[in-house]
Nanobody, 115 residues
Framework: QAQLVESGGGLVQSGGSLRLSCAASGIMFRIYTISWYRQAPGKQREVVAAITSSGITNYAEFVKGRFTISRDNDKTTVYLQMTSLKPEDTAVYYC?????????WGQGTQVTVSS
C-alpha cells in the first residue's frame, strides 16, 4: 500500500530554516517525480518544487534561491530544505508522487513562520 509521510514542519521565525522530509513506501520510488505542494488558509494548493526520477529539479519562482529539493533513493525519501523563510511561506506542506489527479499524497506538515 502506497504511503507518503511528511515530517519536519514547525514554528520558526522569519529568516529561519526548516528541512521537510517525505518518506515513501509501497511505491517504486525511483521512477516517480516527487513534488512538494503547499496550501495556506483560504488559498489554493500550489506547487513549490519538484524533482524527477533523474534528479532534475524545478522550483516555483517564489522559492527560487531559498528552497532546495533533493532525494535519496536508497532511503526512499525526498527533502525540502527551506531557508530565509518568510511569513508568507506559512502553509501546510504536502508531498506528492505521480501527479495531482492520480498520484499519491501525504497527510501534510504544518509550517508556520512568525514575523
Amino acid at each position: 500500500q502506497a504511503q507518503l509521510v511528511e515530517s519536519g514542519g514547525g514554528l520558526v521565525q522569519s529568516g529561519g530554516s526548516l528541512r521537510l522530509s517525505c518518506a515513501a513506501s509501497g511505491i517504486m520510488f525511483r521512477i516517480y517525480t516527487i513534488s512538494w505542494y503547499r496550501q495556506a488558509p483560504g488559498k489554493q494548493r500550489e506547487v513549490v518544487a519538484a524533482i524527477t526520477s533523474s534528479g532534475i529539479t524545478n522550483y516555483a519562482e517564489f522559492v527560487k534561491g531559498r528552497f532546495t529539493i533533493s532525494r535519496d533513493n536508497d532511503k526512499t525519501t525526498v527533502y525540502l530544505q527551506m531557508t530565509s523563510l518568510k511569513p508568507e511561506d506559512t502553509a501546510v506542506y504536502y508531498c506528492n508522487a505521480g501527479g495531482v489527479e492520480h498520484g499519491y499524497w501525504g497527510q501534510g506538515t504544518q509550517v508556520t513562520v512568525s514575523s
